[in-house]
């Protein structure tokens, strides 16, 4: 009977308390319906679309799901993330010394021979570019050449403004030379700060294609500048990779990358008349990155280049793209195409079954929801998910009506709950009269 009365109870808060998680839904701007297989049950997995990002908070905390009767869906937000593993070696630095030409050579002796793929040459001064060579060599004495000619360089004194990053074919030599020519203007030979190694290794995470369709292209010529303009017609997207296709030969330059969402926006005009106005200034350009490219043949035949251009990952990026070529003394490059990928965001979710269900997005004053399901699943790997699509965004209709308060579960399922009190006062009351009578006859014996 405590069994009886205990089950009928919990039935009951669950019934009343399920409504909380209904949504109003209209504070969502927009809405998009989740095509699901034929499959049933278990976990679906969904790709956000370039829509949703561009209709979205920039955090993404306003997606909501909601099913056929109006209640959330608890669902995990995840981003595939590329695998670095990178380990650094700390090589004895011998045989500081400077040629005939002001170059500086430092010789690297890591003790052993060692895998290693890439490197770090730091250098004094500011706003260079001077030319690397790296050779290897197991018993320092005959050297074979791993990379020609690379360069290291910096704008301005700023950390940020120099790159000294150089990729070397795999190798597993015992000794790296280094040599750092100076350039045409500079009289004495440069300063080899210090020298990092790595042994790099890369799993990317699946990228998709964006389109970059070509706005503008200008040169200024009294700065040496070369500037293109990009519209990736949705904003916030997570792109991942700007590919650059160049025609020429051999070159090595300095990349910014800005973005804006609009070209102008409106500022209100103080006026006496207490009339609202307004005038158009021009949008301010914001930075994403900044990196260099660079294609050339070394001695024995072999073409190195760099032509991509990373994102930070969590880095946001705008609708429009302004990428600025420094061409120092060089003649403008022929920049052909530029394409761009992103690492697009999932959603996990478990509908119970249901295959109808919304996504909705676009409220400003949404915030993250938490749920369940968010500490269940660490690694996705794990996860056995079926697929679904997106379909377009729509308009919600729902948008910006009066909030109508969603009705009690008590008035609108009246019967079932007099039903449920009903069989409650029943059982108490059986439970009642067998303890009266189990009482009175502990009173007859006695």
């Known amino acids: 009977m405590k069994k009886l009365i205990l089950y009928i109870t919990i039935i009951l808060f669950v019934a009343i308390t399920s409504n909380a998680l209904a949504i109003d839904l209209t504070k969502w701007k927009y809405c998009s319906e989740i095509i699901f297989d034929d499959q049933k049950g278990g976990y679906t997995e969904v790709d956000i679309t370039p829509e949703v990002y561009d209709a979205a908070k920039l955090d993404l905390s306003d997606i909501r799901i909601i099913d056929s009767d109006n209640q959330q869906v608890p669902y995990l937000l995840a981003k595939p993330k590329d695998i670095t593993k990178k380990q650094k070696y700390t090589p004895n630095v011998i045989n500081r010394s400077t040629d005939n030409k002001n170059s500086s050579l430092a010789t690297l002796d890591f003790g052993r021979q060692i895998i290693k793929n890439s490197i770090e040459v730091e250098t004094g ?243 993250r929801p938490k749920y369940d399901i968010t500490y269940k699943w660490h690694n996705l790997s794990e996860v056995q998910e079926t697929l679904a699509t997106l379909g377009p965004i729509t308009e919600n209709p729902l948008y910006g009506k009066v909030e109508q308060k969603p009705q009690p579960w008590t008035e609108k399922h009246k019967i079932l709950l007099l039903i449920i009190m009903a069989v409650v006062v029943l059982a108490l009351g059986g439970f009642i009269l067998k303890s009266f009578k189990s009482i009175q006859s502990n009173q007859t014996s006695n």
């Open 125 to 367: 001064g500011s706003n260079f570019r001077r030319a690397v060579k790296v050779e290897g060599s197991n018993d320092n004495i005959t050297f074979f050449t791993l990379i020609e000619q690379a360069f290291v360089f910096a704008i301005d004194n700023k950390e940020k403004s120099r790159f000294n990053n150089i990729d070397l074919p795999t190798n597993d030599y015992r000794y790296l030379r280094i040599t750092v020519e100076p350039m045409a203007a500079e009289q004495e030979s440069p300063v080899i700060k210090e020298v990092r190694v790595f042994k790099c290794e890369k799993k990317l995470a699946e990228r998709a294609p964006v389109e970059m369709l070509y706005v503008n292209h200008t040169e200024e010529e009294k700065k040496n500048l070369s500037i293109y303009e990009y519209d990736l017609t949705f904003r916030n997207l997570p792109i991942s990779d700007i590919q650059l296709s160049i025609a020429d030969e051999s070159f090595y330059r300095h990349i910014t990358v800005e973005g804006r969402n609009a070209s102008t926006r409106k500022v209100k005009i103080d006026s006496e008349d207490n009339r609202e106005r307004f005038r158009e200034v021009e949008e301010s350009w914001k930075s994403i990155t900044s990196d260099t490219i660079y294609r050339y043949t070394s001695a024995e035949g072999k073409q190195h280049e760099k032509t991509a251009l990373s994102i930070p990952s969590g880095k946001q990026v705008y609708r429009y793209l302004k990428i600025t070529v420094t061409n120092y003394d060089d003649r403008p490059l022929k920049l052909e195409t530029v394409s761009a990928k992103m690492v697009t965001h999932l959603i996990v979710l478990d509908a119970g079954g249901n295959l109808e269900a919304r996504l909705y997005v676009g409220s400003e004053s949404a915030r």
